[in-house]
């Protein structure tokens, strides 16, 4: 097949978007010079794709109405039966609907993607269903992603199961509800700025984020590739230990997984938390819309996890806030450059491109002025930062995450664990149709105070449920050196089986 070749005066309007100036002529001598190089763009529009099979056969399946989808949770229901035997034979999964899986839609929680549909698995969906996994469907998401409140999905909010009207969290808002409503056993959630653990704080469900890289995100819409970390929201630790057992280690397609390793770590389950050196992050208390009784209930989980004898004291941190501020410049530019620009894939990295998608979401310019207003915002503050100062502030503060992980790591040279508030309020009233851009911003990211930061850093943080506020779940983030999430899960379990979370 041949690509469509330009004549000169489309290369002369190329050369315009480059800042050149080229003569008729010389664009005509371009143009001849440049057949070549055409040619072999000939040749690879010829050839098929370099894609993985499907191995295991799924249900064409359906968008589920209202009267099976109370919380608007649901984006595609579709069974997947996975292997016969392994490690979650008997367990059910549903997928964050940013997240590949081959013949079944794929919208992101946005409008402009509706009528994607994957060619193929990503990788985690293969490693679930080979360990014996039954996959249900698709969990509604938040639009592209990029909220902390479950109100920017399209096309209509996702509600928090403990209180109908209530934010379930985002931007895996789908998936936690899921769990945390008893309709499927485990879920499948992606984290660039918390939208892991958020949901689950609010849902009252176990959220790991694990260490960047160690679960690989090949066949997922990526948003930032240094920031995106995909891991197991699930209704208790074990399954939690169990699904990210399944999920971990390299694949040879994720440039993320430059030092990755798996782990066995269910067998961190049993080991109590007799000595392990917990450290209290005075900054993680610090934020100006923290609630005083969540606080209070964070501190009173703390002080059960000393009573069962872990040894805990107080610890500052600066990097927490300054990771925290370095998230705007490296997300925001990030994500224009990448998901925008680059049309969700970017470029110089080796890996599987998912070109169907790349073509699907390019479409994104036709319809920009309906983008949500909380990616809107990002998108803004990107551009300016890359069109006014050229990108400096994102390559500075990537050389400034070094700085605030080392902050952690040497808390971590006194303690196995740290520890803070998930979010710093229960789950919000979703805001109301027409209200102001204000608002709806607002409500999108005033949770990631204490999230956004463990992004930056790459470190492993999750969200154990630790009570009620309110009648709303509260969410203890604990906190592990890069690839100690074995020891992350040994404190959850300890905490888990102390006694009931929802009574404490």
């Keep these: 097949m041949a690509i469509e070749r330009p004549d000169a005066g489309q290369l002369q309007q190329l050369a315009r978007q480059l800042h050149l100036q080229i003569s008729e002529s010389e664009a005509a001598e371009y143009l001849a010079l440049m057949q070549p190089n055409l040619d072999a763009y000939d040749l690879i529009d010829g050839l098929p794709d370099e894609i993985p099979q499907i191995k295991y056969p799924r249900e064409k399946g ?5 009267e099976e989808n109370a919380l608007n949770a649901w984006y595609y229901k579709s069974r997947v039966q996975g292997a016969a035997k392994g490690k979650l034979a008997g367990k059910t999964v549903v997928l964050k609907d940013n997240i590949a899986l081959a013949g079944v839609p794929m919208m992101n929680g946005a409008a402009s993607l509706e009528g994607h549909v994957p060619a193929f698995d990503a990788t985690v969906v293969t490693r679930l269903l080979d360990a014996g996994a039954t996959i249900l469907g698709k969990a509604t998401c938040e639009h592209f992603c990029l909220s902390g409140g479950s109100h920017t999905s399209d096309p209509a909010p996702v509600h928090n199961p403990w209180r109908q009207g209530y934010s379930a969290g985002g931007s895996s808002s789908g998936s936690a509800a899921l769990v945390a409503a008893g309709e499927a056993d485990m879920a499948l959630g992606c984290d660039q700025g918390g939208s892991i653990r958020i949901p689950a ?17 090949t066949g997922i819409m990526p948003i930032e590739a240094t920031l995106d970390h995909t891991g197991p929201i699930t209704a208790n630790v074990k399954d939690n230990a169990l699904m990210l057992e399944v999920l971990a280690g390299p694949d040879g397609l994720d440039p993320r997984q430059y030092a990755s390793r798996g782990g066995n770590y269910t067998s961190a389950l049993d080991k109590g938390v007799r000595g392990l050196r917990i450290g209290v992050v005075t900054e993680g208390f610090q934020l100006p819309n923290l609630q005083p009784l969540l606080a209070e209930k964070v501190r009173s989980a703390v002080a059960r996890l000393e009573s069962l004898g872990a040894l805990v004291g107080e610890v500052s941190v600066p990097g927490h806030q300054l ?40 479409a994104w310019r ?10 809107k915002i990002c998108m803004l503050i990107g551009q300016y930062g890359l069109t006014r100062y050229n ?26 664990l740290l520890v803070m508030p998930t979010v710093p309020m229960t789950a919000q009233p979703l805001p109301q149709p027409g209200c102001s851009i204000t608002e709806f911003i607002s409500r999108a990211f005033e949770m990631i105070g204490n999230t956004a930061a463990l992004d930056v850093t790459g470190h492993p943080a999750m969200s154990v ?37 929802e009574q404490m």
């Design 391 to 416: 990108g400096r502030y994102y390559a500075k503060a990537q050389n400034l995450a070094r700085r605030a992980r080392a902050h952690y790591d040497r808390a971590f040279g006194d303690f196995d």
């Design 201 to 217: 704080a609010f849902c009252g469900a176990y959220g790991m984020k694990p260490t960047h890289g160690l679960v690989p995100y």
């Design 465 to 501: 449920p630790c009570g009620l506020v309110d009648g709303l779940p509260v969410g203890m983030m604990l906190i592990g050196r890069h690839y100690a999430e074995s020891t992350i899960y040994q404190a959850a379990a300890a905490f888990e089986a102390s006694g009931n979370w």
């Design 366 to 375: 036709d319809s920009a002025d309906t983008l949500s207003p909380s990616l």
């Design 62 to 66: 359906y968008r589920p109405g209202n």
């Design 323 to 362: 990771a925290a501020a370095l998230w705007s410049p490296i997300g925001c530019e990030g994500l224009t450059m990448q998901m925008m620009h680059g049309n969700g894939m970017g470029f110089n990295w080796e890996g599987l491109y998912d070109v169907a998608l790349l073509d699907k979401h390019a």
